[in-house]
């Protein structure tokens, strides 16, 4: 999987290179930003290494998400800097201090508020927290260390690199001559979208109620689409390995246990052997505990090179051996992969606990789970759910007559350990054989501790030395009990795991067994374990990071603006990214899961950088006099070509996340789709809303502001309408 992330990175590299090229048409302006790359990873690789991460999936795919991220700042200084020498005419050492003087603010700013995205998953608990530190830590640190290099090492390349631009002239007309009339014609086309771009803004600024029409649906369709995403917490894994369990009737003998594991391993090594490697296979053991009818199998899967086809993933083999098992008589066979997180789990899908609150008993509790696995059995939205413990078995119970063993004087005590150290074993003492310590227990011999009546031959010595047979003081019967008692949070329980059918995700099947669950008596309850615990942890609290998030991506806006008012134009701004990763996602029928909502967080970033830029050079004109329509219409022409390069940089950077196919797909996909998707909303839609949202908020505000500081000309504002 490691590989596969990878061969990813260098493929987002080269693509981010391309995209860079095609925009800026000069090779020597295209290193400027591709430099920065190296730079960036190995000193991100630096910070990961003092604060004690190591080179696994999630730093990697925060490093496939950063490529396109801090390239961003560089390409932000290369793109202005040649803008002012073609609209100056100014030499490129001049250009640079020029265009520096213009956006180092901005660039802080989207270092600052890159950073307040991701600063709050540090906090978040569990095991997403540990998810998300790794990738907030990986990115924090590139963006950092972006902003540090395109205010320091950019301008200097810019400096010495770029070659000088006449004036009215494009940079493009000094790149490769074959390749320069091909980048003429794009700059032209671009040109001309420009233009377009800005006279629907202008269109846009004029008929504002439309606009806000416009956006509020918008934003009722992303809350409707959100709601309706099912849930999960991590996408399933082909990690190469399976695991088989099998179960017999109670009172089988292991040799038929064996002759059971046997046929199972004889399918996977010959009806599978194209998939399977290797089968392990025992029995007297299971997931649910230990017993002559329990046999479980762990199943090595070939090589990803050798499973290039749909029909050799994990899935697909363990879906085919739970129609071809199901044929043997006398046991039940599940075929499952792997959690995705090791030991949160046993198996992927869901970690279900049925509870006895209400002090039923025993008998109680095992009536609700049949009910539950009845019901459960005739849901579509499951699969392959299953009680994963022992079934009750024979057990022949000895009763303790306390009134008698007190009359003969026998302690209860003494009763208790002589006959556990007779049928069972007792840890005696130590001895030293070759120079090794071994350990001594004691024990019936085995002819005499194998049937009932064997209890007739035992003698407790009571408190005066004198021998009592046991059954005078004690009493057998046969039962059926639970070989294994489990408790889970102080309340007798029973583990059931079970699977989502296909077309489902684990947070619909969990509802189902919920829904299920408020059938039985009252006196049963549940909870939930494992990863399935860690996702309604996850699921709680995602609102409150997204919302803090929000909160502290408006405060360092304030702080750097200055401003109360300002930053509300860039918020306003965010749910126009959103709905692209929500409508991808959904689209590609994934579940709003964890790397989902690291896809958001990053396409927030994303939205805010661009309507930074924006709103950025609009304020510098407005403060420099410009009406407020022209300043606006001004920013968002002069900055479209860096946020559209940026934009299709950083989104074919995490194309081929989005594309991936091999080991780690799941994670791949999932986070890829969703970053993706947001990327193509918060560019095309939010280039058109930013400075609607602008102009509003600076006309309310602005006038708001002016009335309060001179309110006579509210009381003159009628007379001069009249």
Known sequence: ?????????????????????????????????TIAVPVVILGTFGVLGVLGYSINMLTMFAMVLAIGLLVDDAIVVVENVERVMQDEGLPPWEATRESMNQIQSALIGIGLVLSAVFGPMIFFPGSTGVIYRQFSATLIAAMSLSVVVALVLTPVLCASLLRPVEKGHKSAETGFRLLRPFFVWFDRVFYRLRDAYAGSVGYILRRRLRAVAVFAVIVVCMGWLYMRMPTGYLPDEDQGVLIVMAQLPVGSTLEQTEAVMKEVE??????????????????????????????MAYLKLK??????????????VATRAMRALSGIRNAIVYTFTPPAVTELGTATGFDFMLQDRGDLGHQGLMVARNQLLAMAAQDSRLARVRHNGMDDVPQYKVDIDWERAGALGVPINSIQSYVSAAFGSAYIGNFVQGGRVKRVYAQNDAPYRMLPEDLNRLYVRNQRGGLVPLSAVASGRWIYGSPRLERFNAFPALNIQGEPSPGHSTGEAMRAMEELSDRLPREIGHEWTGLSYQQRMSESQVGLLFAFSVVVIFLVLAALYESWTVPISIVLALPLGVIGGVLASSLRGLPNDVYFQI???TVLGLTTKNAILIVQFAKTRLEEGADLFEATIEAAKLRLRPIVMTSLAFGFGVLPLALA???????????????LGGMITATFLAIFFIPLFYVMVVRIFGENRARRRNPAVQSATPTEGQ
């Open 1 to 33: 999987a490691i590989k596969e992330v990878v061969r990813t990175l260098i493929e987002a590299v080269v693509l981010v290179f391309f995209v860079m090229y095609l925009f800026l048409g000069n090779l020597r302006a295209t290193l400027v930003p």
């Open 661 to 675: 196919g091999g080991a780690g797909a799941g994670a791949q996909v999932a986070i890829g789709t969703s970053v």
């Open 303 to 316: 090589d990803w090179e050798l499973r290039d086809r749909p029909e050799l993933r994990a899935q697909a």
């Open 599 to 601: 896809g958001l967080l």
């Open 266 to 295: 004889r399918y996977f090594l010959t009806q599978e052997k194209d998939a399977v490697d290797s089968v392990m296979a025992g029995a007297g053991m299971g997931m649910g505990g230990r017993g002559q009818n329990q046999g």
